[in-house]
């Protein structure tokens, strides 16, 4: 699986910007699919997740409430929408495909991440 982010860019705090990663292969929909983050001289942290069928989902406590992650099978594409923005948000965002459950999933597949910045 080859996963492609986008959607990156700056962004005032309190707004609102949506990342997609397109994934290339026949197998999308049997992958949990992950956002993960990583802040400048920060360890890379878990942001939510989603099951392979889209019915379930994980968020870290951080974003939940903010942030929405959803998937199209059909165009082999998983999403984040984020709102309410804040400058600790900051981050390269990678997306992840992982085999497995929700909550158990091997991540072993990652897109090159794009980069968030929130602006104070």
């Known amino acids: 699986v080859q996963l492609q982010a986008s959607g990156g860019g700056l962004v005032e705090a309190g707004g609102s910007l949506t990342l997609s990663c397109a994934a290339s292969g026949r197998t999308f929909s049997t992958y949990v699919m992950g956002w993960f983050r990583q802040a400048p001289g920060k360890e890379r942290e878990f942001v939510s997740a989603i099951s392979a069928s889209g019915g379930r989902t994980s968020y870290a406590d951080s974003v939940k409430g903010r942030f929405t992650i959803s998937r199209d099978n059909a165009k082999n594409t998983v999403y984040l929408q984020m709102s309410s923005l804040k400058p600790e948000d900051t981050a390269v965002y990678y997306c992840?495909?992982?085999?497995?459950?929700?909550?158990?999933?091997?991540?072993?597949?990652w897109g090159q991440g794009t980069l968030v910045t929130v602006s104070s």
């Open positions: 992840s495909a992982g085999a497995g459950r929700l909550g158990y999933a091997n991540y072993d597949y």
